[in-house]
């Protein structure tokens, strides 16, 4: 399944230039691009996605998972509809850009409350900026985050920035891991002589 999101990650996501043309969230320019809503959107996708994060965090007996809209969104999604399908339902949650400006005023929507033992994830990381966000609202919550799961790592500090995030939650080596690495797409393309 793994390899299979690779493919669908290069043939849907990825966008290289020998010129740094691509503008990041943190305002500087690349030479390549991961637009993961192309794959997190994609029925294909969403099904290998789900499986792929439930089986990474089976056995952590979690609540909820979740992270900061747009881009955690359809992750939580598949992993939610598969939990379910394999008979271990957990919820997905959503952590608004901005709190809501009415009722209840929260900042984090779906059954979750604070205690319940979460994953935060997100589609892409780069400075990890907004992972760390949905963190800080998650803690804010009273949420136990126990891993963090980013689709793509850029491999650009975003990782480091995250683990220094999290200081002091207990957990394993892993706490903080990525579904696929922008070495593993260079390695596919370079496998497969594809550019």
């Not at 690779?6 to 991961?34: D, Q, V, W």
């Not at 579904?179 to 497969?192: E, G, K, L, P, Y």
């Amino acid at each position: 399944m793994r390899d299979r999101l690779i493919r669908l990650i290069y043939e849907r996501a990825f966008k290289y230039s020998e010129e740094p043309i691509f503008k990041l969230t943190s305002g500087r320019m690349s030479n390549y691009y991961f637009n993961c809503k192309m794959v997190t959107l994609n029925p294909e996708g969403m099904y290998l996605i789900g499986n792929i994060i439930f089986d990474m965090i089976k056995g952590l007996e979690v609540k909820g998972i979740g992270g900061l809209t747009l881009g955690a969104d359809p992750i939580a999604d598949a992993v939610a509809y598969t939990s379910y399908l394999k008979e271990k339902p957990i919820e997905a949650f959503v952590v608004r850009k901005s709190a809501k400006s009415h009722g209840t005023m929260q900042w984090i929507e779906g059954d979750v409350k604070a205690g319940d033992r979460v994953v935060i994830v997100d589609d892409v990381i780069t400075t990890g900026k907004s992972t760390i966000e949905a963190i800080t609202r998650a803690k804010e919550a009273g949420l136990q985050i126990v891993k963090v799961i980013a689709l793509v790592d850029r491999q650009e500090g975003g990782y480091e920035n995250i683990m220094e995030q999290l200081k002091g939650i207990k957990g394993d080596y892993r706490l903080v891991e990525a579904v696929v690495t922008r070495d593993d797409v260079m390695a596919f393309i370079n496998q497969n002589k594809v550019y």
